[in-house]
């Protein structure tokens, strides 16, 4: 079976752009959290949705957004980027909420 | 609110013990372990739920201390696989779903 898929898998933008990350999912699961990594740090939690709800939310400003669609894929927006943005964004599945989370390989956001 | 995670860093020849803390202020209703390999995505290792439960895979194994909102991964006899970056995930359980990571702990294991 698939694991979870991100795409892009490496992104440059420049600094008030913005851009959008997807996630899907392993078959079967409903439930996707996305994550931000920096150097050296752990995850930090960013989103959960479970059945196209939004169940979860991180200390992030609202340039932050996100969406699950009918077939439980996910979409992570960011709005006007900032240096400070650039980081690995993480994704993970489960099947409901508090369940293993499965990580996909990430997406490498570096912004300029 | 982000658990603490002790220690920082540990290195080990193969063969060797090694135990990794974890930490928090409030209390948890979950604890997750994840290992994360260098430019790898991080994989799920064990979940424990209150009630001091501890479990195992091979020879890693965890505990929850419900009481003191603490939980220990136990490395035994360490093989050269184990090295990467531990972290513990904790989840308070209240409304809504949010899962908090600790700083991690990088695990070398030399020959």
């Known amino acids: 079976d698939a694991g979870v898929t991100q795409s892009p898998t490496h992104l440059i933008k420049t600094r008030g752009q913005h851009v959008t990350l997807r996630c899907s999912p392993i078959?079967?699961?409903?439930?996707v959290s996305w994550y931000q990594q920096v150097l050296g740090q752990g995850p930090q939690f960013i989103f959960q949705?479970?059945?196209?709800?939004?169940?979860g939310r991180g200390n992030f400003p609202d340039r932050f957004s996100a969406r699950q669609f009918p077939n439980y894929s996910s979409e992570l927006n960011v709005n006007a980027l900032l240096l400070g943005d650039s980081a690995l964004y993480l994704c993970a599945s489960s099947l409901t909420g508090n369940q293993p989370q499965h990580f996909g390989d990430g997406t490498r956001l570096s912004i300029l | 609110q982000q658990p603490v995670q002790s220690p920082q860093a540990v290195i080990l020849r193969e063969g060797e013990d090694a135990v990794i803390n974890c930490s928090s202020s409030k209390a948890l209703y979950s604890v997750h372990w994840y290992r994360q390999k260098h430019g790898e995505a991080p994989v799920f290792l064990m979940i424990l739920l209150k009630g001091g439960e501890q479990k195992g895979h091979d020879k890693i194994s965890a505990s929850f201390n419900e009481k003191k909102q603490q939980s220990s991964l136990y490395l035994t006899a360490s093989q050269l696989s184990y090295s990467g970056t531990y972290f513990c995930g904790t989840d308070e359980g209240i409304g809504d779903y949010k899962l908090s990571f600790g700083a991690g702990t990088t695990v070398t294991v030399r020959a």
């Open positions: 078959s079967g699961h409903k439930s």
């Open positions: 949705y479970y059945e196209k709800e939004e169940r």
